[in-house]
């Protein structure tokens, strides 16, 4: 009984390597993002294609209501703790300032330098005489 439970896992053995001997490798292309939800250029923006787009593409990120940097920043430590985001806290910083800085508020957008330039769009008047 014993030599051919000896034999039993012997084939099984046999059997396993030869399958994995013929496994096909399997990978996945995925597309690219619309121009149109590309993520702002700007300090930071490659650590955000880098730990973002692992798991969601950037049109996640530019389709986001503005946030404020603390809740920005909330929504990266969301992605960590909740979802299991590799992101070490060097790079989570480096995400929620650039996702502040470019997706904010008008008041975050201030605060930053740009006086809220991207938030607020530019209208030219002309007078007739």
Known sequence: MSNCLGQIIGYLAVLG???ACFAQMTSIELPRDHPFSQIK???GDEVVVRSCA???ST???VGQPHLDAQRWNAEVQKMIKTYGAAINDTDAK???DYLA????TVA???KSGNCGRD???TVKLAFAD
């Open 17 to 19: 390597s030869a399958t």
């Open 119 to 121: 938030a607020l769009p």
């Open 54 to 56: 692992i798991c969601h």
């Open 41 to 43: 250029a700007g300090a």
């Open 108 to 110: 975050e957008s201030q």
């Open 94 to 96: 480096i995400i929620a």
């Open 101 to 104: 800085k470019n997706y904010g």
């Open 59 to 61: 049109d996640y990120i």
